[in-house]
């Protein structure tokens, strides 16, 4: 069973609008490959043209090695869940599975074993006679995976199926469907705006933003090599720091960022003394200490706390007027210790340049002189 999915230079353009820019790809049979971005960059358009319900502009798509770009819906070995899943609330659960089957003039005995098998893999083992609209957010869920997968798709799209769902609920979904994607061994492309389902379930994520790709890689890579300013701010949470390099000393870049010290961090690509770059630091990067340490080169006060369970995250207000988000452990204060971070109090603060990375290239338009460096939270 080839699942191979192929993008050979497709485009979508509605009018004079380009939705989709000229993109290539391919996707490994039995993979689980997820289009992260956010709203309007183009990923439901880019499904739709490996189902069949929009046909490309331009460019090639494949499916097991045998172009498909002509070929309609109905006859591609795919099978598609929707956010709002649509299946039929009054009949009942056997009814919903075997119906994809039906249509294709399966025997009834064969059916229903099929459905009978889903049910079992989706762990809704006899529940087949239970009319949909009984069934709780979870289960119908389950439900729309079972009847994409009674036709015995090559390739399961999914687009947002789990944005219904409440958070812990949509937790657990990911584990399920990951389980299944495993046990079946069917090629799952899944579509969606949020990170922590995209790295999650994913083998490999493709970061999408205008119409573009802007990085395939796997979610390990994503989170520590991202290759664009937008990749760095979207996947995680990442403070900017644009400036220009000073020094070059093996794989380490000093740049100044117009702060007291300079800061150094791990280029991502060869740059040279002059050059503009931007140093990204992760919230989780930074030590923060007290006001007294002088140990650590940079000074700022504390203009916000955020408690987030089991860490805070303090906004910190640098000396040049710059503000960094930084992510400190909670426990000081469960231990009866009196924490020092407060709102309005003086720190000091510190990041370990190794783990940074150096992307060459500072955005205009980004907020340098407005001093709020973060980068947007996907
Ligand atoms: N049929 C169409 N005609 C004209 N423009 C379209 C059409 N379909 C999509 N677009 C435009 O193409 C862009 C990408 O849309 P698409 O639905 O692929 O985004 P998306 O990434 O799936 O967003 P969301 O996360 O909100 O679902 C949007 O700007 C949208 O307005
Ligand atoms: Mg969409």
């Not at 939705?19 to 790809?25: C, D, E, H, K, V």
């Not at 289960?139 to 409440?166: G, N």
């Not at 389980?179 to 579509?191: D, E, S, V």
């Not at 370990?352 to 992307?359: I, Q």
Request: negative net charge.
């Amino acid at each position: 069973m080839d699942g191979r999915v192929n993008l050979s230079q497709v485009a979508m353009r509605f009018g004079d609008f380009t939705a989709i820019q000229p993109t290539s790809l391919e996707i490994a049979s039995g993979e689980f490959f997820s289009f992260l971005g956010p709203s309007g960059c183009g990923k439901t358009t880019l499904l739709n043209m490996i189902s069949g319900f929009l046909t490309p502009s331009e460019g090639l798509v494949a499916i097991g090695g045998v172009d498909m770009t002509r070929v309609p819906v109905n006859r591609r070995p795919t099978a598609m869940i929707f956010q709002n899943l649509a299946l039929f609330p009054l009949m009942s659960v056997y009814r919903n599975i075997e119906f994809g089957l039906e249509v294709r003039g399966v025997d009834r005995k064969k059916r229903r074993e099929k459905a009978d098998e889903l049910l079992d893999l989706v762990a809704l083992g006899g529940s087949g006679d239970k009319p949909v609209a009984e069934l709780s957010g979870g289960q119908k869920q389950r439900i729309a995976i079972a009847r994409a997968l009674a036709v015995e798709p090559r390739v399961l799209l999914l687009d947002e199926p789990l944005s219904a769902l409440d958070l812990k609920l949509r937790q657990h979904m990911r584990t399920e469907l990951k389980a299944i994607q495993r046990k079946t061994g069917i090629t799952f492309i899944y579509i969606t705006h949020d990170q922590g389902e995209a790295l999650t379930m994913s083998d490999r994520v493709a970061v999408m933003c205008d119409g573009r790709i802007q990085q395939v890689a796997d979610p390990m890579t994503l989170y520590r090599q991202p290759r664009t300013d937008f990749v760095a701010g979207f996947v995680g949470e990442n403070n900017r720091f644009p400036g220009r390099v000073t020094a070059v000393d093996g794989g380490m870049v000093t740049l100044d960022a117009g702060l007291p010290a300079p800061l150094r961090g791990a280029a991502a690509s060869p740059l040279e003394p002059g050059d503009e770059a931007t140093l990204y630091v992760r919230p989780e990067q930074w030590r923060v200490g007290s006001a007294s340490d002088s140990s650590l080169p940079f000074g700022g006060v504390i203009q916000a706390e955020h408690f987030e369970g089991a860490w805070l995250t303090l906004e910190i207000a640098l000396e040049q007027g710059r503000t960094v988000r930084a992510h400190v452990p909670q426990a000081l204060e469960s231990d009866g210790v009196e924490s020092s971070f407060k709102v309005g109090s003086a720190c000091r603060l510190d990041y370990s340049p190794r783990g940074t990375l150096v992307l060459p290239g500072v955005e205009r338009g980004q907020s340098d002189e407005e001093g709020a460096d973060v980068a947007a939270t996907a």
